[in-house]
């Protein structure tokens, strides 16, 4: 069982900035991708952003937030994170992060496995 905390959701104003974090623990060496996704109430789970766990820091970026999301890992910490900078009312969705055993080009939300309870973010003024 692999087990993921998702953290550092909120409010943020427009043009604004957070940083979300995914902790992750359990059987970690049956990971080869983790990503982040984001869903709002009556859509379907989008991914954001993936990364190889382990390995070449090779990444995803879906179209929407490329040049204003940046994922990365930090190995040591069992952790990945999502920097979201530049903010759009739009961004707003509860953020979930979620680890699966294919490669990182694979984002269908099906070919994740584990995943966390989500966060919510909302830019709003």
């Known amino acids: 069982q692999v087990q993921l905390l998702e953290s550092g959701g909120g409010l943020v104003q427009p043009g604004g900035s957070l940083r979300l974090a995914c902790t992750v623990s359990g059987y970690t060496h049956k990971i080869t991708t983790v990503g982040w996704f984001r869903q709002v109430p009556g859509k379907e789970r989008d991914v954001v952003a993936t990364?190889?766990?382990?390995?070449?820091?090779?990444?995803y970026y879906a179209e929407p937030v490329k040049g204003r999301f940046t994922i990365s890992r930090d190995s040591a910490k069992n952790t990945v994170y999502l920097q979201l900078s530049d903010l759009k009312p739009e961004d707003t969705a509860a953020y979930y992060c979620a680890s699966g055993p294919l490669n990182y080009f694979r984002t269908s939300s099906a070919n994740f496995n584990s995943w966390g309870q989500g966060t919510q973010v909302t830019v709003s003024s």
């Open positions: 990364i190889t766990w382990t390995g070449k820091n090779s990444v």
